[in-house]
Structures are given as structure tokens and as C-alpha cells.
């Protein structure tokens, strides 16, 4: 009998460790094959799947098949050999007590990923944003196109929602 969870929001674990997984990769590769160079913003209501489902497309933009063999998108016309580099941002992990310990962590998100990416910084941004944008206008030119997946966007923003003048210093600095 497989096993059945509803706390694990990693593909690759859920696949690995031999747990019951929906398939809906025919669905995801509707939106990832026919929608190239688009934003999509989707939202559903808390504990829906949003995790896990970032966590597919991420494996699915790897290009990572062994974790699909068996699933409907194995069946799809998908180029498993054209990978792309993922940007994934968990914001549940960006929290501050303050709008200025919010900067903080938002900054070191950014320091993360320039490491993780192998990018230099140039100029002395400070601006979370302003540096965030700047180093997708890196990863642009290293590597061509690249995948943006946001998760828990709204997080930052929740330690904020009873201080008007705060929260409105967080929606500015994000």
C-alpha cells in the first residue's frame, strides 16, 4: 500500500519516498509548454497544493525526468534535455520584526542567490528590490532564460497587517 501526507510540499521527496502523488503534470504541462515567456501569477487558498506544485515545475524545469517516469507528462512532447536555471523564493522563510530587519532578510535572500548563481554584485544597491532586480538582469545575461518561482509571497507581509504606517513601508520595500 503507498503511503499517503499532506505535510511533505516536495515533489522530489514524495516521489522518492514512495508516497501517493495526484498527477496533474498534464496539467502544468499545459501552462509550462504553451505559455513560454509569460507570467503567471496563481492563487489558491491555503494547504491547496501551491508548494508542491512550484516544487513539480522546479523539478520539471531541471529537467529532472527520472522523477516523472510513470506520470502523464511523460507522456507529453517534453524536451527533457533543454533544462533551465530556477530561481525559487520561499518567502515563509522572510519574516522581520521590524520594516528594517524585513530589508535585512530580504537582502540576504538576494546574497543567497548571487552566490548560488555564481554572479557578482555591482553598485552599492541597498534597496532589496533594486538589488533583487539587478541580479534577474544578471541572471538574464549568464544565462538567457530562466525560471522565477515565488512561494508564500504573502508571508512577509503578515506580522505587518495590525501597523498601517508599517505595512505600508513593507508593501513598498517588496
Partial sequence: MEKITTDISSFENLRKDGYV????????????????????????????????MLSTLKCLFEGRRELFRGLKIEKKRWDWKKTYPVV?????????????????????VVDVLLTQFDLKETGRVT????RFGL?????????????????EYDVPLQGFLNDR?????????M
Fill in 127 to 130: 534597496e532589496p528590490g533594486r
Fill in 21 to 52: 502523488y495526484v498527477d496533474k503534470t498534464d496539467l502544468l504541462w499545459r501552462l509550462a509548454a504553451s505559455r513560454e515567456g509569460r507570467q503567471f501569477f496563481i492563487s489558491r487558498p491555503r494547504r491547496f497544493g501551491k508548494s508542491l
Fill in 135 to 151: 541580479f534577474l538582469e544578471k541572471m538574464a545575461e549568464k544565462c538567457g532564460t530562466y525560471v522565477v518561482l515565488v512561494d
Fill in 88 to 108: 525559487h523564493l520561499d518567502m515563509s522563510k522572510v519574516k522581520g520584526e521590524t520594516v528594517e530587519g524585513l530589508r535585512e532578510n530580504l537582502n540576504s
Fill in 165 to 173: 504606517v508599517s505595512l505600508l513601508a513593507v508593501r513598498k520595500l
